[in-house]
């Protein structure tokens, strides 16, 4: 699917003498054989705001590392040779990318067991996770830390990375699953969600799944872009871009070299709506994907989904095998004359992958470093051609948009902030769990319908690590992306996290301050060094046990103002957000 | 002095003057036509900008946040301050920020803008992360002293799809942890380097050196004040690259090649970099 390669041959690559085993090179087999062995070319230069790319078969660099990673337990030299050869990447490059990811090792672990990950975020610390952690270190287990793993309201969470074996997450093992709101007639997006059965078309098709499709196609592209647009639906992974018209600017856009991408990455702490959409109701975003690419005029699909979600990842693919088997995917789409279908690939544990152009960058085989903007991804995307990327909760709700049409779709919810939005409550709640609500609803209602706060309320974190604190006068905030904006707050990926007040905020904004500097991708200066002075001045904070000083408070707006004006992408824009809604909130600072 | 304007010609405004740069200019060039003076670490006059460091950030309307001057093309009616505010704020915390971590007391450039900025680097909190990389001596040639590395990318472009398509060095790792590295951080004598010392010649920082240069800095004996530079072409080969011969004491300590030259645009190979070690 990736465009042919152009140019001359690349000049002979030199590789060391660590050659792979005869395991690794099976490991290597498994995702290209010796007989597709690339011949990389030099591609014209991108000279707006990137760098020059090759490409060849450098988009299956990450699939050979996870597979390498999976059966030996880590990248060895001569694994990583073994890889480098075959792709005809420098090895250099290939050891770059290699340890951009916490999934993927580059040392050599001395074993081969499994290795637990265990979730040091706010919602996992309040539901005990050191506890956890320490009689899993007990039993022997290989535990590793991990930032929020996408399961927080099933708090503390795991995730058990194999070596040789499946991935798995324990507590995927209980096969019940009921949404809190299960039965409610008001649900739109959730409408499927815990219904139908995720691994069967049939099931999907029972549930009024692909009639959307066959409207789609009916109406044609530019009907349905026009309703997409018409229905005021914006991007729900976190930035609120109207989806109409990031569609219109793909199709606008001449030839067939496009993409509509599904962005599962879902790393932000506290996020955890996209797992369950994907878990169940996998051949939602399969559908909704398919009329993107239809409407766009994009042949090519890609799914990235989150390396920590094995279970989202083998519903996905058994849809995309069961849509392709009955002509709903492939070369023909449901009799359209148009084609389409989906590749998926797997995250290897980076938060900033989540981020669109780091997206691109990682699924074509290189570090998952955001790219400076302009140029836009609709234009220049994935392998640098036009792409729509999506976030997955964005795409459902183009299902009803087209069967009901945009006047329908706008009866609930505001003016400027039509239909409904998920939340994902999870801390100090009564019933933590995945809500859907018209726009519009207080936070406080929301809250409540969550079961009350557990305690007595002392903040709310919403948005995410990349969101603000909110005190318990926000409570009849109404949630649309207008007054949160006013309020200086942000609905971000629908985080509601809840804080009681005997939970010591100061070690969760140092938490918070710590996930940044780790996940910053270390590409620009003031991301990349400001995310790490933060968290100093924070631990030097917590262990003063005083007063933050002026000048400290100071050097932290300072920090912040930097990392706002300039940085190149959002991780950077939004690193000091939380740390300095706690401060203002006198969350922490205050002394104790 | 602005350029004559031609039909493709782009007008913008720089700090009130309007100055017209030919399609396909940058905002850096933009400013250069206005006489604006810019400081800039990842740019190089001949590498791709990979704008990262982002010292030369200037306020343009219209955007939210602060633009890369050295890669976001000047486009018609543009308005753009080089000195505002904002923009003398993030380029203060930029050269802050680097001095926090990195040795840049050979990086002359910065120096001259830190003063200029009021760059304050000990307001941070002590005993903060530093680069904190041991120098890498493993030839004779060059040496690699990671603890003045500002991560400018610019080594990796140069010995990769900028110059010499060698591919040796890369960015490893992530975050504050990010390094230059071979893989596995193998030798260079290991690794695929070609010493064409091409890296060399655009490091900023000098955390690329010259063993000749390190080995008289490390003896105190580095007077780039009693060096003169000879011109030559290169007798190695027929290309006939320019070199600029450094001499201090009559010895030659190290080589250079002008940016401007239309056949090495500054970059050159083991022989015209090196040779002289061997003469
Ligand atoms: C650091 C960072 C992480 C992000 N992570 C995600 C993510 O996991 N999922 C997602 O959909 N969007 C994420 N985004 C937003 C995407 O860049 C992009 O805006 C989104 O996928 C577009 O889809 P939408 O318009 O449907 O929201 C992230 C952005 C940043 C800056
Ligand atoms: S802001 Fe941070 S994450 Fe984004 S490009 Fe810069 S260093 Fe990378
Ligand atoms: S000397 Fe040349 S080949 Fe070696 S690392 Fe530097 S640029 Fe690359
Ligand atoms: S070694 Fe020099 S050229 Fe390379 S990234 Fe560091 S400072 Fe830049
Ligand atoms: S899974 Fe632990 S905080 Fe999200
Ligand atoms: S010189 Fe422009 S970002 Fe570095």
Redesign the pocket.
Known sequence: MPPRPRGPPLADLHFGDDQPTDAELAAIDAIVSPADAATVTETERVVRGGRSRRQGLRHLLLPVLHSLQHEIGWISPGGLNGAAKRLGVPPAEAYGVATFYELLRTTDPGHTNDVVHVCVDPSCALAGNEELRESLEASGAKVHNSPCLGQCERAPALFVQGVGRPDRVPADDDEDFRLPQAGDPGLRVLSRVGVVDSTSLDSYREHGGYQALASAIEMGPDAVISAISDSGLSGRGGAAFPTGIKWRAVADEPGPDKHVVANCDESEPGTFKDRILCEHDPFAVIESMTIAGLATGSPHGWIYIRGEYPRATARLEGAIAQARAAGLLGDDVAGSGQRFDIELRRGAGAY?CG?ET?LFNSIEGFRG??RNKPPFPTTHGLFNQPTAINNPETLINVLDIVTDGPDAYRSVGTERSPGTRLFCLSGRVGVPGLYEVPFGTPLGELIELAGGPVGSLAAVLLGGAAGVFVGPDSLDMPLTLEDAREAGATLGSGVVTVFDDTVDMEAVVVRIAEFFRD??????V???VG?QRQHEVLVELQASGQPLPPQRVELIDDMALA?VDA???????T?ASAVRSAIDLGLIGNSS | MSPAVTETAVTIRVDGQEVAVPEGATILDACDAAGVETPTICYGPTLTPVNVCRVCVVELDGSRALVPSCSRPAEEGMVVHTDSERVRHSRKMVIEFLATGVDVSQADELGQWAEHYGADPDRYVPGGETMNEPVRVQDNLYIRDYDKCVLCYRCVEACGDDAQHTYAISVAGR?FGARISTEFDVTLPDSACVYCGNCVAVCPTNALQFKTEYDLRQADDWRPEDQSVTQTVCSYCGVGCNLELHVQDNQIVKCTSPDDHDVTRGNLCIKGRFGWNYV
């Open positions: 900033i981020e780091a470093e955001p996940e910053s991708c270390g590409q620009c003031p991301c990349r995310t990392m940085s190149i992408c959002g991780l950077g824009h690193a | 975050g």
